[in-house]
């Protein structure tokens, strides 16, 4: 494209005088042409600089399974993560072994596929991490001198799976304390969420105050149409919500999309609990939501009693619900 550009330009200089509008034409093009390619160059050099993910042999095959995983039903999918772990605790120490590690720690809370396959997961990426461990995430330049460096996600994937489902990992000797800082951060966010008042309009209209519902077990969900894990749970919230309702449970699902996307959803799946919307992200920030779902439990006082950080089973909710007193 740049080179017909600047062919353009080139007859232009040779078109006769008397040609003006031609050359005027000509020209115009022509330039139209080279500030569309100064505009999209830094986006053309981006894509060229991304770093392609180049399999071995012996990665592919877990890489097309982790890819594979939701498509299996949840008792094979137990026994796969499992292996998976297994698997890639076998590998090489190379930046792809922590790339798998990771992606299989982030879709082994999708539901209830047991203590032992999660205790696995989180074993082959705190090893991964030990032999291959990565730098702190330092602040961009124009983030302000108040902005401080994060640990890294591995380290974060693991934190959450050791404080929310219950595994063990062994101490770091050679992570500059990143685990340290991202147990420390969950906590600071369990913290923030322990308290929560907002307001938020439901696809009705109708006005939510969180304060209000002081007296009734809440289920605060967040979630969105997009989400093949929030899409899945969805009905057992509903019938959750059918069964305890009259009892003083209410589900409050939260998205950060417009009516016009989230109301055919609700009709067609025939959700009836209240389904509010944040468009601006306001309490998906208050409750540090960064990936979804994610479900919050307060029992009758307002306390924070259970929470998930991933889709959730009907019998995994009930657990929950039975810490807010609910039966």
């Not at 590690?101 to 997961?121: I, K, M, P």
């Not at 306001?282 to 029992?299: A, T």
Request: hydrophobic residues 40%; contains cysteine.
């Amino acid at each position: 494209m740049r080179e017909l550009a600047c062919s353009l330009l080139s007859l232009v200089a040779m078109t006769p005088r008397t040609s003006l509008a031609r050359m005027s034409f000509v020209f115009v093009l022509a330039t139209t042409m080279l500030a569309a390619i100064a505009a999209f160059a830094p986006f053309v050099g981006q894509a060229q600089h991304k770093k392609e993910v180049v399999w071995s042999a012996d990665e592919k095959p877990i890489a097309d399974q982790i890819h594979g995983l939701r498509a299996l039903p949840d008792d094979v999918r137990a026994g796969t993560t499992k292996d998976l772990a297994l698997k890639i605790r076998n590998l090489p120490p190379t930046e792809n072994k922590l790339r798998l590690a990771e992606g299989l720690a982030g879709l082994s809370t999708e539901g209830d596929f047991g203590h032992d396959a999660l205790q696995e997961v989180a074993t082959t990426l705190a090893e991964t991490l030990r032999e291959r461990p990565v730098h702190w995430v330092q602040p961009k330049a124009d983030a302000g001198a108040s902005a401080t460096r994060q640990p890294a996600s591995p380290y974060v994937e693991l934190a959450s799976l050791v404080r929310y489902e219950h595994v063990e990992a062994l101490p770091f000797d050679n992570d500059e304390g990143q685990f340290r800082a991202a147990m420390a951060r969950l906590e600071a966010d369990d913290h923030q969420r322990e308290h929560p008042d907002f307001t938020l309009k439901d696809l009705s209209g109708k006005s939510w105050t969180f304060s209000e519902l002081r007296g009734k077990v809440v289920l605060v969900n967040f979630w969105a149409t997009w989400c093949p894990p929030c899409r899945k749970e969805m009905p057992d919230l509903e019938t959750l919500y059918e069964r305890f309702g009259a009892k003083g449970f209410v589900v409050l699902g939260i998205s950060d999309e417009k009516a016009k996307e989230v109301k055919p959803f609700i009709l067609e799946h025939k959700v009836s609990f209240p389904v509010l919307l944040d468009p601006g992200r306001k309490v998906n920030g208050m409750f540090v939501v960064e990936g979804i779902p994610k479900s919050f439990v307060y029992d009758r006082e307002g306390k924070l009693v259970a929470q998930s950080i991933d889709m959730r089973t009907q019998k995994q909710f009930l657990e929950m619900l039975e810490r807010s007193g609910l039966d």
